[in-house]
């Protein structure tokens, strides 16, 4: 063989052990980077939401986007699970809890709005200290039913913000508002609940409609609280 056809073969063995090495180098990397970003999504918690319209704002938001919407915008979760629904009360939450029939996925986590309109009633009726009691008892109650039926699952308590609408800021409304969101805090620390505080986000009447549900504006804030919080 010529010294010609020699320099011609090992130049092609040449470049064809650079185009392996090549190629070795960089198709681990793309199974990695798919394969992180198929783990990403995965470690991401599937969340389940019960309560009332503080979450469920659908029949309220008539322009723009509901809670579970902006939920969906953020990305934050794998899937949101919505069994709120308008005019929950605790014990309707409680419900609402025992009618779930299907196995928890994985991860899981419990985000739970209730009782707002408790208190609304328990204002109208001009009721006392007991009767404020009985509801908070009803909320311990719930979150016994929730560690004992998905154990070890974390669960997020909502306190219950002040509406701008005159009519839910009176005196009386203002007072038992502040001794539920002080109970609520205590129940959430012997139950290992963490409270995510909604009231100190929904202060601008448009974060409101009919100055009390939460608004777009509104339920973008929830949506964005619930996405830095919850894990």
Excluded at 61 to 79: D, I, M, N, S
């Amino acid at each position: 063989m010529t010294r010609a056809r020699w320099v011609g073969v090992l130049t092609l063995a040449a470049l064809v052990v650079a185009a392996i090495d090549w190629r070795w180098q960089w198709l681990p990397r793309e199974g990695m980077q798919s394969s992180s970003s198929s783990s990403s999504s995965s470690d991401k918690p599937v969340v389940w939401m019960f309560g009332d319209s503080v979450l469920n704002n659908r029949a309220y938001v008539h322009a723009g986007r509901t809670v579970e919407e902006w939920l969906h915008v953020l990305a934050a979760f794998r899937e949101v699970r919505m069994f709120a629904e308008d005019h929950a009360t605790v014990e309707d939450t409680a419900e609402q809890v025992a009618s779930v029939t299907e196995r928890p996925p994985r991860p899981l986590a419990i985000v739970v709005s209730a009782g707002g309109n408790d208190l609304l009633r328990l204002a109208h009726q001009d009721a006392g200290a007991p009767a404020l009691s009985t509801v908070q008892q009803a909320w311990g109650r719930l979150l016994d039913e929730l560690h004992r039926r998905w154990p070890s699952v974390p669960v997020y308590a909502l306190d219950v913000y002040t509406p701008t609408d005159p009519a839910y800021r009176t005196d009386r409304h203002v007072a038992l508002l502040r001794q539920w969101n002080d109970g609520l805090r205590e129940l959430a620390r012997k139950h290992e609940a963490t409270v995510v505080a909604v009231s100190s986000a929904l202060t601008d009447p448009d974060d409101f409609v009919y100055g009390v549900e939460p608004s777009d504006a509104g339920g973008q804030k929830i949506a964005t609280l619930l996405a830095s919080m919850v894990r």
